[in-house]
């Protein structure tokens, strides 16, 4: 699995990667503090993410080796 991208809050709080397979599927990976949950589709971030008030237009993409730390 690698991560192929990733956004986070500015103060770096909540973090969304995209993952992908070596078969070639892709989804996303929701990290907060110490929990991660993964295989998510876009629909669900968009919703766990809303739930905790935060709206998907204030992530901030992550460019570079950041992208792949984690």
Do not use: F
């Amino acid at each position: 699995m690698k991560v192929i991208g990733a956004m986070q809050t500015p103060g770096g709080d909540w973090r969304v990667e995209v993952v992908r397979h070596p078969s070639g599927s892709r989804w996303y990976r929701l990290i907060h503090h110490d929990n991660v949950v993964d295989y998510l589709t876009i629909r669900r971030v968009t919703e766990l993410l809303a739930q905790a008030g935060v709206d998907m237009s204030d992530l901030v993409e992550i460019a570079g080796p950041a992208a792949r730390a984690g």
